[in-house]
């Protein structure tokens, strides 16, 4: 007995484990057809379109509008317009409902509006209960027809832009992602416009009245509602509320063609606080009207579409030389896409994970996929697709954006018939005819110093500057006297640094009270730095604890709590600029800086010399003590990246000492705009 229970305990156990499949080997059924939602469509005399859709599952209303307009109608000194308009019309609340009482209403309410305009299309939204949809649908339509765009508003948008603005070189990938678009499209081409400081200062109220007078009128409106309503009511609801806008002319919107003629190039841009490589691949692409535009889908998911990609299994898990990898032949409906292929490495690897990818594109092209590829490929995507029409709302945006686009309403059926019956014939055929490895463009954003020499082999190298433009100064810059400039300036000089003084570097023990939004924050500070050559080593003791920088041709690090980091570019600026408008660096490079006599100012009843004096690309102004030719006041104008406006800084010196042969002021205050921004009293001073 005892022997028949532990044979019949195994068997229990062998059966379930004898019975498990391998995922290979197990069989799935066809995919369930879509069910299509019916769709109400009807019109309105002023040209609007709608389409509704039931749905009784939740008790929820959501309105989209699709508005025919966009970025691509604005001209390029007001780029930023359509982004801003869009948001603004929100934000700034309408006529009838302010921006706050718009807000408390819709937060009361647990109800949402949205609007935006895009490149190629505007839009808004309202998601409400059911049961507040009609009082709330008056308030969406007003916000539509009768925004405000209220100066405080478009003011705080204005300066958002700006933050965005001086932030967009903060982030690799972002670089990267842009960088190369204008490398396929061109430099001013309309697809690759981005807002400036000088667009944003260009665009004025009157401007987002004109671009919302024209867009949102009845001939450019298509509105889809989906949710818990009878169709009937909703007809005669939907009559009342947009019966009253204009039929207004139908925006006709171009899109430019491109010339493209596949240049092989490699492009580099130097971010010098990453450790890392981010490169991206590729040339043009295509239109979404190509027949081929199924193939060229699974193409896409055998080479880059995921884990089990090629390029993913190859560069990251085989050859381990990626942090990430993929990519694929973009489409677009009105104008080509790109076929771009990315990754992020090592920066000491970076021409090898290049070569890596090149490899399995060209492999693509000369070895047919497995069929196992091809069949794993096509379950994944179909699958993947089925999730876009998961739900009525879904069903009904996508057909909206079809009939937007001027695609068929059964481009979805289509791209399913044509997945299933893509051969690995095709595949082969698609990779060989559109991916072109031999001509492609390649852009790394990464450390100079860490890469080294490595992409020379490419060809020669492009080195793209990204630096942001500043607005145009509003100042009259007044021309001076050379000569009498290049004589105070030796006296300045002459004042500030002995005859027969040597020294290669300058060393400082000092305190800094810096002003802040919380109040004045205290730094001890030691530093010696060399302005010959604008390198720098500095601690200082903070809040935070003790932080260090070297800094040296342009760049260095930051090294606080034990970490070291490159110093962020943000920062690197800021420190040569300051270093540059030092006296004690015009001092020593007297020879290369150039001034101009000003005449004379008088301050606090005082007379003074004024020299303007241009140091290796920056410019300040010195008010001199005539007596001693020591400088009592500078003065410059810069950027404050965060507004997009340029700052006037005026700094004052007192109690000046003289040590090694070398003069300095043993006090300083910063006024930034009239306000007193820094505070530095200075213990020591000497050469090394």
Not at 31 to 36: L, R, V, Y
Not at 512 to 533: A, C, H, R
Request: hydrophobic share 35%; aromatic share 8%; net charge negative.
């Amino acid at each position: 007995m005892k022997r028949l229970t532990i044979f019949i305990f195994a068997l229990l156990i062998a059966l379930p484990i004898s019975a498990q499949k391998r995922y290979h080997e197990i069989e799935f059924p066809e995919i369930n057809p879509i069910q299509m939602p019916e769709v109400e469509e009807f019109n309105l005399d002023n040209g609007i379109n709608f389409l509704l859709v039931e749905d009784k599952e939740l008790p929820l209303i959501n309105v989209r509008v699709t508005v025919k307009t966009g970025g691509i109608l604005v001209s390029e000194d007001k780029t930023g317009l359509a982004g801003m308009t869009g948001s603004v019309m929100r934000e700034g609340g309408s006529v009838n409902y302010p921006a706050d009482e718009l807000n408390k209403l819709l937060e009361d309410n647990a109800a949402y509006i949205s609007t935006f305009i895009g490149t190629g299309s505007g839009g808004a939204s309202l998601n409400v209960l059911k049961e507040d949809f009609d009082d709330l649908l008056p308030v969406f339509v007003d916000v539509l027809q009768n925004p405000a765009f209220p100066t405080d508003k478009i003011d705080l948008a204005k300066t958002q832009a700006k933050s965005s603005i001086s932030r967009r070189n903060d982030n690799q990938t972002q670089i990267g992602s842009r960088e190369f678009q204008k490398l396929i499209y061109g430099e001013n081409s309309v697809y690759t416009r981005q807002t400036e400081y000088e667009t944003i200062d260009n665009i004025t109220r009157e401007d987002m009245i004109e671009l919302h007078e024209n867009a949102f009128v009845g001939s450019n409106l298509t509105v889809g509602i989906v949710g818990d309503f009878d169709t009937d009511e909703m007809k005669q609801k939907l009559r009342e509320a947009f019966g009253s806008f204009p039929t207004g002319s139908p925006t006709n919107l171009i899109y430019p063609e491109i010339n493209y003629d596949f240049p092989s190039t490699i492009n580099f841009i130097n971010k010098s606080d990453v450790n890392q490589s981010y490169v991206s691949m590729g040339h043009i692409g295509g239109l979404r009207e190509n027949p081929d535009y199924p193939a060229i889908q699974v193409m896409n998911e055998v080479l880059a579409g995921g884990f089990s990609s090629r390029l993913f299994q190859e560069v990251r898990t085989n050859l381990g030389l990626a942090y990430s990898v993929g990519g694929g032949y973009g489409t677009n409906i009105n104008y080509p896409g790109t076929f771009r292929l990315v990754t992020m490495t090592k920066s000491s690897t970076t021409a090898e994970a290049i070569d890596a990818i090149l490899n399995e594109v060209k492999r693509l092209q000369q070895e047919p996929i497995t069929k196992e590829e091809l069949n794993n490929t096509k379950d994944q995507f179909l699958n993947s697709l089925v999730f876009r029409y998961d739900s009525k709302s879904k069903i009904l945006n996508e057909r909206i954006n079809n009939e937007y686009s001027g695609l068929s309403p059964d481009a979805f059926d289509k791209l399913m018939e044509g997945i299933k019956a893509t051969t690995i014939e095709d595949v082969q055929r698609v990779a060989r005819e559109y991916l072109k490895p031999d001509e492609m463009q390649i852009l790394v954003v990464g450390n100079k110093d860490e890469i080294g020499d490595q992409l020379e082999k490419y060809g020669k190298v492009n080195e793209i500057d990204i630096s942001i433009p500043e607005p145009p100064s509003d100042e009259e810059e007044t021309a001076g006297d050379a000569a009498q400039g290049q004589q105070w300036l030796n006296k300045m000089s002459d004042a500030i640094i002995a005859s027969g003084t040597e020294a290669e570097a300058i060393r400082e023990e000092a305190t800094i009270t810096q002003k802040t939004p919380m109040g004045d924050m205290e730094l001890q500070s030691s530093s010696v730095t060399n302005y010959n050559n604008y390198s720098s080593e500095r601690t200082m003791q903070t809040p935070q604890g003790e932080m260090s920088i070297s800094f040296e041709n342009g760049s260095g690090t930051l090294s606080m709590m034990g970490q070291q980091r490159p110093l962020p570019s943000q920062m690197a600026q800021p420190i040569l600029k300051e270093m540059k408008r030092s006296y004690l660096a015009i001092a020593f490079n007297k020879d290369v800086a150039k001034a101009e006599y000003l005449g004379e100012e008088t301050v606090e009843g005082k007379n003074y010399a004024v020299l303007r004096v241009k140091n290796d690309g920056v410019q300040v102004t010195y008010l001199l003590n005539k007596e001693t030719a020591l400088p009592a006041r500078t003065r410059y104008s810069e950027m404050n990246p965060q507004t997009g406006q340029r700052q006037q800084a005026e700094t004052v010196f007192f109690d000046w000492k003289v040590v090694d042969g070398i003069a300095y002021a043993y006090s300083a205050i910063t006024y930034t705009d009239g306000e007193v921004a820094a505070e530095v009293s200075v213990e020591s001073h000497g050469t090394e």
